[in-house]
């Protein structure tokens, strides 16, 4: 048997949904054009959600280099002229911010199904 290690997984960071359908998003969308249409159901919540989140510029350019482009941190942060912390800090913030929507899509389900 394994050994115990202290570790508590219960506080283990939830997973970002944003973050998850952004590493997919060129995999999800290629589903879509084979007529997929749960493909086509996250990609429409996904936009929606990101319209809603209402992300600064910065965060939009971040995520778009990182996941649109495919640049890695460091060229991206280079080519927005910051740190590379400092665009960790952007894309982390721009990720929980469309997180939130999904949030606020999940208790509004909940309640509609009492």
Do not use: H
């Not at 998850?20 to 997929?36: F, H, V």
């Amino acid at each position: 048997m394994g050994e115990n290690t202290g570790a508590n997984t219960s506080t283990k960071q939830p997973r970002s949904q944003a973050r998850s359908i952004l590493r997919q998003y060129y995999e999800i969308s290629s589903r879509r054009y084979a007529g997929d249409y749960g493909a086509c159901d996250v990609l429409l919540d996904f936009d929606r959600a990101v319209s809603i989140a209402r992300l600064t510029r910065r965060q939009t350019e971040a995520l778009t280099l990182i996941y649109g482009e495919g640049l890695t941190q460091a060229e991206a942060a280079g080519r927005l002229g910051v740190r590379q912390n400092t665009l960790s800090e952007v894309l982390a913030n721009g990720e929980r911010r469309i997180d939130a929507v999904y949030d606020r899509w999940q208790l509004l389900d909940e309640e509609m199904a009492k």
